[in-house]
């Protein structure tokens, strides 16, 4: 009870009030107009790079394969908790990148590409297939260190199907092989930078913009209110001032008339 009557008492506190609840429309427009553009954006984000390893990815129920994600080294994974595989997920990381919280990560992880491999193909496969099946027969850390120096970075899908035999996986394409974990250069620039732009430095500015010009033409509406107001007064006054003074006028005149009245009587 004393917090509204706190507000009673607090005059600016009831302009800003009122004015939120005024521009409630065109916040509500611009809300939406964001709305849309996360989801656009969030169903773009899961096409584009919802194959990209996280760090938490679960290990394979198959003994003789490791996951693809342990090909990744571990400072390339996304966090667990900002990913691309669904699109609620997607949602929550564009928001995220929406306030500019830690977003140049997400943004490396999803332009990594395959570097160009220095051996022929059939070799560089042979190859990390071999130090694949001992990592999973010794368990031997510099065994897993040498299939990541084979295939750095990340790994296309050709290689992945070629490696079928000791990598297994969660996320497959359309004919049943392993996704890439490789993200898309072009299209992460072209996504984020846009994203950014529209969303952080243009949408939620024009929120603020929407709140600025609502608060002014309220003050400016107090302002003529005030301004009128002392107009009103002062019409006022002047009028009340002129009533008396006729007032003086018709009273000192009917008292001068009076006293002529008297003075012809006296002389007849």
């Not at 409630?24 to 996360?38: K, Q, S």
């Not at 898309?184 to 010009?213: D, T």
Request: charged letters at 15%; a negative charge; aromatic letters at 8%.
């Amino acid at each position: 009870l004393r917090a509204f009557r706190i507000f009673k008492s607090l005059e600016g506190l009831q302009k800003l009030v009122r004015t939120l609840i005024k521009s409630l429309t065109a916040v509500g427009n611009l809300g939406a107009l964001l709305l849309l553009l996360f989801f656009i954006v969030g169903i773009l984000t899961v096409e584009l790079f919802g194959t990209i390893c996280i760090s938490d990815f679960p290990p394979q129920n198959d003994p003789l394969k490791i996951d693809r994600c342990d090909m990744i080294l571990p400072d390339r994974l996304l966090d667990a908790h900002a990913t691309f595989e669904s699109l609620g997920m997607g949602l929550i990381t564009l928001f995220r990148i929406s306030t500019s919280d830690n977003w140049a990560p997400l943004m490396d992880a999803a332009m990594q590409m395959a570097p160009e491999r220095p051996l022929p193909f059939n070799q560089t496969i042979e190859m990390a297939r071999s130090n694949i099946q001992m990592f999973i027969a010794t368990g031997n850390i510099s065994y897993q260190v040498a299939f990541r120096e084979t295939l750095p970075m990340c790994q296309t899908e050709e290689e992945l199907t070629a490696l079928s035999d000791v990598v297994g996986c969660i996320h497959r394409n359309e004919y049943g092989n392993c996704a890439t974990t490789c993200g898309n250069q072009f299209g992460s620039s072209i996504v984020f930078s846009f994203f950014l732009c529209l969303s952080n430095f243009i949408l939620l500015n024009l929120v603020m913009a929407v709140l600025m010009q609502e608060l002014q033409e309220a003050m400016t509406m107090s302002t003529r209110t005030k301004s009128s107001l002392t107009v009103l007064t002062a019409v006022s006054a002047a009028t009340n001032k002129w009533l008396i003074k006729a007032g003086e006028g018709g009273s000192q005149a009917s008292g001068a008339s009076g006293k002529e009245g008297s003075k012809e009587g006296s002389k007849e």
